[in-house]
């Protein structure tokens, strides 16, 4: 996903530098966007939950030490999740950078 993001970025920067915007290419990335957002928002909340079960692995650890192993089996998961939520934030960040040139070339 985070490749297929930077290529499509790239996609528009170069529509954006071409001078090449019209009112189809707008709609089209305000799909784009959604689908991206939609995107971002389920891995949101797949982090969110390895979060939730790490910490609460490790407070069951405090009456069973085996769950310490859990925790860092989930914390090793999460870590990956939070750097792939962090470039679909920004990335869909750029996005709405990129619409709001694209509406100001477009008047």
């Known amino acids: 996903m985070?490749?297929?993001l930077y290529n499509y970025i790239s996609e528009i920067d170069s529509i954006l530098e071409n001078n090449q915007i019209n009112q189809e290419?707008?709609?089209k990335h305000l799909i784009?966007?959604?689908f991206f957002q939609h995107e971002r928002l389920i891995h949101l909340l797949v982090t969110l939950a390895y979060a939730f079960l790490a910490l609460i692995s490790?407070?069951?650890a405090t009456i069973s030490p085996m769950f310490?192993?859990?925790g860092i089996i989930l914390v090793?998961?999460?870590i990956p999740y939070v750097l792939h939520y962090?470039?679909?934030e920004n990335g869909v960040q750029y996005l709405y950078k990129q619409y709001d040139k694209m509406q100001k070339k477009d008047s």
Request: aromatic letters at 24%.
């Open 32 to 34: 784009k966007i959604s």
């Open 25 to 27: 290419v707008i709609e």
């Open 2 to 4: 985070k490749k297929y």
């Open 76 to 78: 090793l998961f999460l």
């Open 58 to 60: 490790f407070a069951v």
């Open 86 to 88: 962090f470039h679909l």
């Open 68 to 70: 310490v192993f859990v």
